[in-house]
């Protein structure tokens, strides 16, 4: 994943991560390369709105936001709802 700045440029490339989930979501059954594209799109939104959530939590704390940082997928993907 680039890196991530700012709550607008994560905003923005979930948007782009999103896009691209719908668009092969669209095109019904995938397999192969497209099977496991989608999964990596799938962590790496976890990533992301994890990030934000970050973010988010350090400047509530009054904390800088910057030292937030993209955890790896074994970390989000197991978070319980």
């Known amino acids: 994943m680039k890196e991530l700045t700012t709550d607008q440029s994560v905003l923005k490339h979930i948007q782009t991560l999103a896009a691209e ?3 092969l979501y669209a ?3 995938l ?4 099977a496991a594209r989608l999964k990596k ?3 790496e939104l976890d990533q ?3 990030l934000l959530r970050q973010r988010q939590a350090q400047r509530a704390a009054g904390q800088d ?3 937030a940082h993209v955890r790896r997928p074994r970390i989000v993907e ?3 709802s």
Do not use: S, T
Request: aromatic share 10%; net charge negative.
């Open 21 to 23: 989930e719908h668009r």
């Open 27 to 29: 095109q019904g059954l």
């Open 31 to 34: 397999a192969g390369a497209e």
């Open 41 to 43: 799109i799938e962590v």
């Open 48 to 50: 992301c709105w994890d």
């Open 65 to 67: 936001p910057n030292e």
């Open 78 to 80: 197991n978070y319980e």
